[in-house]
């Protein structure tokens, strides 16, 4: 699985967010969409709200990417 490391300038990032910002929803339907369909995971657990505040030392998966808040 690749890694990467996201830093945050703000509080919290939505998970939607950090998925188009790193270019793995091309749109903030399809994040919206794969979120909804269970195809995310935050911290090891499957998340189905888009909505959802990553903090730093938050991490999200999608497509054998790995997102860590920083």
């Known amino acids: ?21 790193e270019g793995l929803a091309g749109t903030g339907g399809e994040a ?10 935050v911290n090891g657990e499957v998340c189905t709200m888009r909505g959802r505040k990553l903090r730093p030392g ?7 990417v790995e997102l860590e808040v920083r």
């Open 32 to 41: 919206k969409e794969r979120i909804q369909a269970g195809e995310v995971t």
């Open 1 to 21: 699985m690749e890694s990467r490391q996201v830093p945050i300038t703000t509080e919290y990032i939505k998970l939607e967010a950090l998925l188009k910002f």
């Open 58 to 64: 938050d991490r999200a998966a999608l497509d054998g």
